[in-house]
């Protein structure tokens, strides 16, 4: 059995091992009957591109991490457009951090029940968490019918890229052989490594490691922003996870400011165009804590903070 995080199993004929989560991603888009694929606005933006590579229409779901999803716009969105699947990145949502409510998750279900909608959950973070907290799957909730995706790649090994998708059984065979016309199959050699990992019961020991690791390092970051933002800098407070989102005022011109932090070592990605359907309706970027240690993350907001008092 497969074990999602939360009390709930799936049998391992449900489950299509992949080269990350990505390739779930892929296996979905090629067997997608309907061509439209509702997402996110920001979106992971390799998962956006990536359905549009398929020729999906993308029909977009406006999120504003500060306040959250304006779910009878979306809904409004699902009967107007019809999509065949909805896409939605539940915990620690990338590019902004947002984590879904129960209730969003649950009137999520609702809205997809109602205008005949399946549902592709990308938990790619929700295992980031502390232990301390609980944040259930749309997976979880939903039952089998919720397309659940996750990937041991962030949290164990980044070369080592193992993912999996669960998918009802009804649809195993059309999953499997789009896997097939993409890559054959996965290195057995990767899998049997993450196998044997989750099998000596390491991985629940690793997982509390990064998970107090990721708590020191997000804690960090809100210190040093409290410190040194202007008042007119906002960020998003994900309660975790590695990732937040750094929301600038209309005022500081965004690619000019990269340029001056680059020169000066410090690199901000400025994915928006890919991430934002239409024309953003925010305006920064994401700080992404977890991968640097707390004295280079804090030199590299020192930087930011001082360019940023220049543009006054």
């Not at 991603?25 to 067997?31: E, F, G, I, K, N």
């Not at 999509?83 to 999520?108: D, K, M, V, W």
């Not at 005022?251 to 239409?278: C, K, M, N, T, Y």
């Amino acid at each position: 059995m497969a074990r999602l995080p939360s009390t709930t199993t799936i049998g391992a004929d449900e489950v299509i091992v992949t080269v990350g989560s990505q390739q779930a991603l892929d296996l979905v888009a090629r067997a997608l009957e309907t061509r439209r694929i509702a997402l996110e606005n920001p979106v992971y933006p390799y998962a956006r591109l990536l359905f549009e590579s398929h020729g999906l229409q993308t029909v977009p779901l406006t999120l504003d991490p500060f306040r959250g999803p304006d779910l009878d716009a979306w809904e409004a969105q699902l009967r107007a457009h019809r999509p065949g699947l909805l896409y939605a990145i539940t915990s620690f949502q990338n590019p902004t951090g947002y984590s879904y409510s129960s209730h969003e998750l649950q009137r999520l279900l609702a809205m997809a029940a109602a205008h005949d909608v399946a549902l592709l959950e990308d938990d790619w973070g929700s295992d980031m968490l502390s232990d301390g907290e609980y944040r259930p799957a749309l997976r979880l909730l939903g039952g089998p019918d919720v397309l659940y995706v996750n990937s041991f790649t962030k949290k164990l090994w980044p070369t080592r890229r193992v993912g999996f998708l669960g998918a009802p059984r009804a649809l195993v065979p059309a999953l499997v052989a789009g896997k097939r016309l993409s890559t054959l199959g996965s290195p057995p050699v990767l899998e049997a490594t993450v196998a044997e990992f989750l099998d000596r019961g390491y991985y629940d020991t690793h997982l509390a490691r990064l998970q107090a690791a990721l708590d020191e390092r997000y804690e960090s970051a809100l210190a040093v922003l409290r410190e040194l933002m202007p008042d007119d800098v906002r960020w998003t407070t994900p309660g975790g996870g590695p990732t937040l989102w750094l929301e600038l005022p209309r005022s500081v011109p965004l690619p000019a400011l990269a340029q001056r932090l680059l020169a000066r070592g410090v690199e901000v990605l400025l994915d928006r165009h890919d991430a934002f359907i239409g024309e953003p309706h925010l305006h920064g970027f994401r700080v992404s804590y977890a991968w640097l240690d707390q004295p280079t993350l804090r030199h590299a907001l020192t930087v930011l903070a001082e360019e940023l008092s220049a543009t006054r």
